[in-house]
């Protein structure tokens, strides 16, 4: 069993809608959690970094933490289709090297 | 802020030469920055973990020998791949991290990435 699991997709939808994105952990000793987007041949950007559970929002991205069951999930709105592109979720725990243990990336395409 | 630069973006090599790939910070200062191979369509695997001044710390089955990693500075990482081979071909990514001066919160900035080709 993986550590974080991530559905691949492809994930596909319409212009506007509300996409929603998740992961599963086993490991309960990851802390901090981060969602990446990766364009395609581009290198992994930041989009969201939490610790606590809970929610975090930052403009159209809504990141949710539920340590108790291990789930994370990321929400777009009003999606775009230049938020097509592959979604990273990636997790670390506190103690030892940084090291970030990734999920296996969901393909999204939005459709104009 | 958080930039990170990686020279060049794609080359094409012929099996058995080496090529050096350059990861720089360009607006702070990496204590730690980390080398990751990504091949099509699956996630990033970690090769190895590079802190300034001391030697790379590698992943199970990554050939030290064979990925050369250098960090000679805190703002410069590099990664030799030596005697390069057909199945050395893959997307390399490079990320830095940032101290925040609270050590649990740190977090990676990745590099564009640089493709290999090996012919």
């Known amino acids: 069993q993986k550590e974080v699991e991530q559905d691949p997709g492809p994930l596909s939808v319409p212009e506007g809608a509300i996409v929603s994105l998740n992961c599963t952990y086993s490991n309960s000793a990851f802390q901090y959690f981060m969602w990446y987007r990766q364009y395609s041949r581009k290198g992994p950007e930041l989009l969201m970094y939490t610790y606590s559970s809970g929610n975090k929002e930052d403009g159209r991205f809504t990141a949710q933490v539920d340590k108790s069951s291990k789930y994370i999930s990321l929400f777009i709105r009003d999606s775009q289709p230049s938020d097509s592109a592959t979604y990273l979720c990636?997790?670390?725990?506190?103690?030892?090297?940084?090291?970030?243990?990734f999920g296996q990336g969901t393909r999204l395409t939005i459709n104009p | 802020g958080a930039v990170v630069s990686q020279h060049p973006s794609w080359v094409i090599c012929k099996s058995g030469t080496s090529v050096k790939i350059e990861c720089r910070s360009l607006?702070?200062?990496?204590?730690?920055m980390f080398w990751y191979r990504q091949f099509p369509k699956q996630s990033l695997m970690l090769m190895a973990t590079s802190n300034e001044g001391s030697k790379a710390t590698y992943e199970q089955g990554v050939e030290k020998d064979k990925f050369l990693i250098n960090h000679a500075s805190l703002t410069l990482s590099t990664l030799t791949v030596t005697s390069a081979h057909p199945e050395d071909s893959s997307f390399y990514i490079c990320s830095a991290s940032v101290s925040s001066g609270i050590r649990y919160t740190d977090t990676q900035y990745f590099g564009p990435g640089t493709r290999l080709t090996v012919l």
């Open positions: 990636a997790m670390r725990g506190i103690q030892g090297a940084q090291k970030l243990v």
């Open positions: 607006d702070f200062q990496a204590t730690t």
